[in-house]
């Protein structure tokens, strides 16, 4: 079979991520890794690299600085974008134009202005593409959406306890007056949008995957870092309140925080049908008789003989468990698995989203933090996209 050849742009935290499971996947005689790009020397370094990915080999890998020069020297069939998401410079577009196949890692851009673009030219030279949602490759997740693709999605209550980023996993050198140079750029709203957009945009995403559905409107609020903190914890806010509008009528709310020194991360996630609800435990179960072959009138008198439902005719398990993390090391494996199996053996169903496919849930994190700035108002989604009065928010 024909080995994928390709690059990997951006070698930092997740740089590094994509390296380990691309080296894998190059130990399986899948690909072969043509190129390495980052603007800093260090951020190449092999001994660097290798304490991260032991089994990296640098054999036939040529390094740049500049991309550019990386694609007009070196024959690539695909690209890894994995850069910081303000540092863009058309590099998806140039790419695009010379027929290279796209992974881009979320968040595709802060700046839809930007992202546009960057689908044309992908749509317009027909090159495969994907966003890096990993958690759309997840096998309780797959379940889930399964489940629910023959009922309707009432409501999503999503609550994801994190805590504030901290120093020291980043790997992008960022300059003086450019940003915050002894913090993490994930914890300063210039460089990432907000954890909404940074992070947020993976759960966004997942409700999208699980209910097969476009998010048409969002109305959010925010609870501001207070400007005390600010100096040692960057200046993203503590908590994110977050309603959506799903396209088939469903709302799905996230709740995301970053307390500081909390050191410590919880997402509790529950999704209800007109008729049952989801729960993840240590199996993944769906809750309720899945049937109309019920009595609505059960009275008093059986409550208090325990005359209800017994357990077991209530409770189904859709998934056995455990659950791995289901945004760690396996689902970063699959997801580039499948987009070069998608291209090598020429199966698009293996993307499991593209690059446009994806714009849906940038565009509504970055909404909500519009829709926060102005009180909550409440925005619909192609209006925020294409209407003239939120022009300023999609600019650069
Ligand atoms: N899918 C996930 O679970 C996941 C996890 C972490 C990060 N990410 C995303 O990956 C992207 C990168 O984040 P990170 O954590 O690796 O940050 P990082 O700062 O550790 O690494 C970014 C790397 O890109 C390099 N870089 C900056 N500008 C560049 C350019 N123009 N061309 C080439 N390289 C450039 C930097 O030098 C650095 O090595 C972000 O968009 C982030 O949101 C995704």
């Given at each position: 079979m024909k080995k994928l050849k390709i690059a990997l742009v951006g070698v930092g935290q997740r740089?590094?991520?994509h390296l380990q499971a691309l080296s894998d996947l190059k130990d399986e005689e899948?690909?072969?890794?043509?190129?390495?790009v980052d603007p800093f020397k260090e951020n190449l370094d092999n001994e660097k690299i290798k304490s991260y990915v032991p089994n990296y080999d640098e054999k036939g890998v040529k390094y740049f600085n500049k991309f550019n020069e990386?694609?007009?020297?070196?024959?690539?069939?695909?690209?890894?974008?994995v850069i910081p998401p303000n540092q863009?410079?058309?590099e998806i577009i140039y790419a695009a134009e010379k027929g290279i196949a796209i992974f881009a890692e979320k968040p595709q851009s802060l700046f839809l202005d930007e992202v546009f673009p960057m689908a044309e030219a992908i749509e317009k030279n027909n090159v495969p593409s994907i966003c890096g949602f990993q958690m759309e490759y997840d096998t309780w997740y797959s379940k889930v959406r399964s489940y629910l693709s023959d009922k309707e999605?009432?409501?999503i209550m999503m609550i994801n306890c994190g805590a504030v980023e901290t120093h020291g996993v980043k790997h992008t050198i960022i300059n003086k007056n450019d940003g915050p140079q002894d913090r993490i750029w994930t914890a300063d709203r210039k460089w990432s949008g907000t954890s909404m957009v940074e992070a947020g945009i993976h759960q966004t995403d997942l409700m999208r995957y699980w209910t097969k559905?476009?998010?048409?409107w969002v109305s959010a609020n925010y609870v501001e870092r207070p400007l005390h903190l600010q100096e040692k914890e960057?200046?993203?806010p503590i908590a994110y309140h977050v309603s959506y509008g799903l396209k088939k009528g469903g709302i799905a709310n996230l709740t995301l925080t970053k307390p500081a020194g909390v050191f410590f991360m919880e997402r509790y996630d529950y999704i209800l049908t007109t008729k049952s609800m989801i729960k993840f435990e240590k199996d993944l179960k769906v809750y309720g008789l899945g049937n109309d072959d019920y009595d609505i009138n059960?009275?008093?008198?059986?409550?208090?003989n325990n005359n209800i439902y017994k357990k077991e005719e209530i409770e189904n398990i859709i998934a056995k468990g455990p659950h791995n993390d289901p945004m760690g090391k396996e689902n970063t494996k699959k997801i580039s698995e499948n987009f070069i199996k998608s291209i090598v053996e020429d199966k698009p169903e293996l993307r499991n989203n593209s690059f446009e496919s994806s714009i849906n849930s940038l565009s509504a994190v970055l909404a909500a933090n519009v829709s926060a700035s102005l009180g909550g108002e409440k925005i619909n989604i192609k209006e925020f996209e294409r209407s003239t009065k939120y022009s300023k928010f999609r600019k650069k």
């Open positions: 740089g590094l991520q899948l690909i072969s890794i043509q190129a390495l990386m694609v007009d020297s070196v024959n690539v069939d695909a690209i890894w974008f863009h410079k058309n999605v009432s409501s559905d476009e998010i048409e960057g200046d993203n059960l009275g008093r008198e059986h409550f208090k």
